[in-house]
């Protein structure tokens, strides 16, 4: 096994978590966990994170305007499925709305803008991680539904890329065994490349 700096070690350790208890960062904690976020690349400045934190006694009122959202997005979902996200959403520690503020005529092209949210979300869970902390990244249809968006201060043509939920781990996170990396990459020579990851 290579040595690695004490910081890839860290990063190489970080694995999502979902049984996450009390408490979640506060304060000038959570002010700096969120600023990672915009240390993500940002093309052209156009600084599309929008961050909403639920906590505490809002999270069950939460957890109601996302139920709300499931019924007209999804409105077949399986009750076992309402339930479960409904003691997710007013349970988890704390909540945090992954905002994207996009300007869809604006002169960097909306994938850039979308990836830099994306990007800002990992420096967020990566910050997490070093503050002692665990997350996890979550989507669903209901993410797209216009009154919770606007809920959220994302007025059109503003989205979400989902949600985290935050908290201190139940118990030590141990990450599933990650793929061989060297499936995922390769060395350009002049011809084309192929992955082994593609293979078969």
Do not use: C
């Not at 979902?18 to 990672?36: C, M, Y």
């Not at 994207?100 to 949210?117: N, R």
């Not at 979300?121 to 919770?148: K, P």
């Not at 350009?188 to 990851?197: C, H, I, Y």
């Amino acid at each position: 096994m290579a040595h690695h700096h004490a910081s890839l070690e860290f990063l190489l350790s970080r694995a999502s978590t979902d049984n996450l208890v009390e408490p979640p960062p506060k304060g000038d904690q959570l002010r700096d966990i969120l600023s990672a976020a915009l240390r993500a690349p940002d093309h052209g400045r156009m600084r599309p994170w929008r961050y909403t934190v639920i906590k505490g006694k809002h999270r069950e009122a939460f957890a109601q305007v996302v139920l709300e959202a499931m019924d007209r997005q999804e409105p077949d979902a399986p009750a076992a499925k309402k339930a479960k996200r409904r003691d997710r959403f007013s349970s988890m520690p704390m909540i945090i709305a992954l905002g994207m503020h996009i300007e869809p005529d604006g002169k960097i092209p909306v994938i850039e803008q979308e990836m830099s949210v994306a990007a800002g979300a990992m420096n967020v869970l990566n910050a997490l991680h070093a503050e002692g902390f665990g997350g996890i990244w979550v989507t669903g249809a209901f993410s797209e539904d216009r009154a919770l968006l606007e809920t959220l201060g994302l007025k059109e043509p503003h989205r979400l890329a989902g949600f985290l939920f935050v908290g201190t781990p139940e118990k030590p996170v141990e990450g599933r065994k990650r793929a061989d990396v060297d499936d995922y990459m390769a060395i350009w020579k002049g011809e084309p490349v192929t992955f082994g990851a593609d293979a078969g």
